[in-house]
Structures are given as C-alpha cells and as structure tokens.
C-alpha cells in the first residue's frame, strides 16, 4: 500500500493509495525524452488550485445550440454507424466550395478532401504517410507539440529553424541552408500557435521558391484560419497554385465551431499525397464521428456561421490587453489564433515554467510557458495566454496578472 499526500477540493490530505501493477516488461520507449504534455500539466495544475485557467486553448462559453441540436437530430434520423473511410461526401462537397471560395483553389470532394478525428490525428496520419526513416523535416520553433513526436516516431529527422520573441520571423536564409536532399517535408502553422503571429504572402512565396523544383512536401497546419485580426489575411498556401500542388492542408472545426472536444478536422490535398494519406487513415482510425459530420455539413452550409470569427476573438483580446497595466509585462498584439503572449520583465528571475506554476499555485492564473516548443528550451521569458473565454473570466484574469511582481 502507497500513502501519500494530495489535494481534494483545494484542501490538502492523507491519501491511501491503490497498488499499482508491477509490470513485467520494461518497453524500450520510442519516445524516451518525451514527458506528458505541457496542456495536461498546466490544466491538472490550475483544476488543483482552482486558478483560471488561460493555458490550454480551448473555448470557454458554451457552443451553439443549433448545431448541438443538429448531432442530435442526425442521431434521431439514424446517422449512428459508420461513415464512409474519407468522410460523408456532402461535407466534403461543403469544404471543397468552401477552400474554392476562400483561396480560388479547386480540391476534388472525391479524391483530395478528407474527414479527419481532428488536425492531430491528421498531422500525425500526414506525416506517418510520407516520411521515412532518414527523411529530413523541417520544423519552425516555437512549434506546436504534436509535430515533432510524429517524425521521430516514423524515424525522420527534424531540422529545426528557430524563431524568436517578439516578431517570430522566419530566416529565410536558414530554411535555404537547411534543405538538403534528404529533406522530404516542412510543416509550418499560420496564424501561430503559440506565437500568435501569421505569415506574410512574402513569406508563402518564399516558402513556394524554395521547394519549387524538389520533391519537399509541405504540411499548412492552418487551425485558425479564420482567426486573424486588424483587417489582414490569411495566407493559405491553397492561394499559391505551385505550393500547393505539394502542400497537405490541415483544418480542425475544433477551432472554428468553438467544439474542440469534438476532435473533428480535415485534410485537403492534391489526390497523389491523399492516396497516400488514406492508406494511412483507414487503418489508424477508418473513419470519424458519423452524426457530428452531418452536424457540422447542415450548420456549416450558411457561412455566418464562422465569418464573424476574427471580430469576435479581436473585442476578446482587446478587452484583455486593454485590462492589463501591470509594467512587468510586455507585448505584441497577437496577429491570429486565439493566443495572446506576454513577455515577463519582472524581478523574479524563474525558468518560464516555474513561473507558471507559480502564477497558478500564488495568484491563481495559468498560462503556457514558450520554453517547452523550443527544442533547447529557449527561455525569454514568454507566456501564452488563451483569450477564448468570457468577457468575466478575461477581466478577472487581468486582475490576477496585474497583481504579479
Ligand atoms: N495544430 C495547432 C496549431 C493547434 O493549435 C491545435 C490544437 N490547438 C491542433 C493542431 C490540434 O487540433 P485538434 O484539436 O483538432 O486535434
Ligand atoms: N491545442 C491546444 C493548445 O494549444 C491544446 C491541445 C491539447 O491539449 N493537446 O493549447
């Protein structure tokens, strides 16, 4: 029998724990530096100490009734069983227009769309498609944390190009010194998770000069499309006719129905790399949540039903911003993505993750530390602060930073 001491309902206590099972195999890992994510820390950690929690993203106000109503009425007309292996192919016709409307680009329904359980699922399905051991990936840190566990896994390499606070510019130069024959992918994500920033059209075009005429295979991590503010762009790389002829597009509807319990995405691609991807994809899941893609078909054919994104998460991070006035933090309005990221100047000289433990456990605010997207750790000190949550919950987190020394 373990004992031990935890928390239940803020209060500390004696705890007798059950025994766990002596495993009798030790598994070499093919993970072996890798820990649990830092979203699952932070959030076990702000539920502990009932801190608000603005680290691991995600909506905090409830998600239209009409399209809750509409997974229960493709229950009731009996959508229960499975879809077929791409997805229900209304939905696919619905994103096909959708991607043609917004970036001029033609995906055929049939053969380069897919249904994915949400962008992971299909960044990691991409990637276990199209990379083999020795490959070469280019990576941009900051990354999000789910690229880099996937090419190791399929035995590539990663190349990593590093961008830093508070711009987060890509070298282009380095990119250029860092394709070698062996490169077979980059991945990169516009509007930035967790930088907050979105690629330039020069920075598409750069990118489409430099793979022009090789075999490299780009992944667009493009989750927040639709979250892009002060009037500017998103740069999909479906704008660019020759990047993407070799680009994988990942979406999640995680991100723009406000579901991302959900875990329901998509991929499109040229049909070559999508032939590839569902060989992959019908054996690592087959196909994905049968009465959520009728939802999402039947609420997503009137468009309004996302448009309005960018001006709602601007008034959300204007109103946090304007809310904080404390001089240790310095920042950068965020560009895209539902992140916000402030810089500490303050007098306690922590890594960044011990500060935000300490901000959760002392002032009762969570947030994400930069340092662990960064494969050395670089640490300057930067925070990313989620601002999809109520107007109440962004006021009184303000509160709470403002209060920090
Ligand atoms: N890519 C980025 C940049 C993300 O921020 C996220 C989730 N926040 C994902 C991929 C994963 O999306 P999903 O929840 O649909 O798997
Ligand atoms: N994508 C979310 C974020 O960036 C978290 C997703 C997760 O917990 N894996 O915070």
């Known amino acids: 029998m373990r004992t031990g001491y935890g928390q239940v309902g803020g209060k500390i206590v004696f705890l007798l724990l059950l025994?766990?099972?002596?495993?009798?195999?030790?598994?070499?890992?093919?993970?072996?530096?890798?820990?649990?994510?830092?979203?699952?820390?932070?959030?076990?950690?702000?539920?502990?100490?009932?801190a608000i929690n603005l680290g691991q993203g995600f909506p905090g106000f409830p998600v239209d009734p009409a399209l809750t109503e509409r997974v229960k009425e493709?229950?009731?007309?009996?959508?229960?069983?499975?879809?077929?292996?791409?997805?229900?192919?209304?939905?696919?016709?619905?994103?096909?227009?959708?991607?043609?409307?917004?970036?001029?680009?033609?995906?055929?329904?049939t053969s380069e769309i897919t249904i994915t359980a949400g962008a992971t699922q299909a960044i990691f399905t991409a990637i276990t498609a199209l990379i083999k051991p020795g490959d070469e990936v280019i990576l941009f840190a900051p990354a999000y944390d789910c690229y880099a566990p996937a090419v190791e896994l399929n035995g590539g390499m990663v190349k990593w190009i590093t961008m830093s606070?508070?711009?987060?510019?890509?070298?282009?130069?380095?990119?250029?010194?860092?394709?070698?024959?062996?490169?077979k992918m980059i991945v990169f994500?516009?509007?930035?998770?967790?930088?907050?920033?979105?690629?330039?059209?020069?920075?598409?075009?750069?990118?489409?000069?430099?793979?022009?005429?090789?075999?490299?295979?780009?992944?667009s991590d493009e989750v927040y499309e639709h979250i892009v503010f002060d009037g500017m762009q998103h740069m999909s790389c479906a704008r660019f006719p020759e990047l993407a002829s070799r680009s994988v597009l990942v979406y999640s509807f995680g991100k723009t129905l406000h579901v991302t319990g959900w875990k329901m995405g998509y991929v499109a691609a040229p049909e070559a790399l999508m032939k590839e991807f569902r060989k992959v994809h019908q054996y690592n899941v087959f196909s994905v949540n049968t009465p959520a893609q009728y939802a999402i078909e039947s609420y997503m054919r009137n468009p309004d039903t996302y448009r309005g994104l960018a001006d709602f998460f601007q008034r959300k991070r204007d109103l946090f911003l304007s809310r904080i006035t404390n001089p240790v933090f310095s920042f950068v309005p965020s560009?895209?993505?539902?992140?916000?990221?402030?810089?500490y100047k303050g007098a306690d000289h922590l890594p960044d993750v011990e500060l935000a433990k300490k901000w959760t456990v002392s002032y009762g605010i969570t947030s994400i530390p930069l340092s662990v997207f960064y494969p050395d750790g670089l640490d300057e000190s930067v925070l990313r602060f989620c601002f999809a949550k109520d107007d109440d919950l962004l006021i009184a987190a303000a509160d709470a930073l403002n209060k920090i020394s």
Not at 82 to 105: D, F, H, V, W
Not at 171 to 179: E, S, T
Not at 335 to 343: D, I, M, R
């Open 74 to 109: 493709a229950m009731d007309q009996g959508h229960n069983q499975y879809a077929p292996m791409p997805g229900i192919l209304s939905l696919r016709e619905l994103l096909s227009a959708k991607l043609r409307n917004s970036y001029g680009q033609v995906y055929d329904p």
């Open 189 to 219: 994500n516009t509007p930035h998770n967790p930088a907050g920033t979105i690629w330039s059209e020069s920075d598409v075009l750069q990118l489409q000069d430099l793979t022009r005429d090789t075999e490299i295979i780009v992944i």
């Open 19 to 50: 025994p766990c099972m002596n495993s009798s195999v030790i598994p070499s890992s093919r993970l072996p530096r890798t820990g649990t994510t830092i979203f699952t820390i932070m959030s076990q950690l702000a539920a502990e100490h009932g």
């Open 165 to 183: 606070y508070p711009d987060y510019r890509v070298q282009w130069d380095d990119v250029k010194a860092a394709i070698s024959p062996r490169t």
């Open 335 to 343: 560009a895209g993505s539902y992140f916000q990221l402030l810089q």
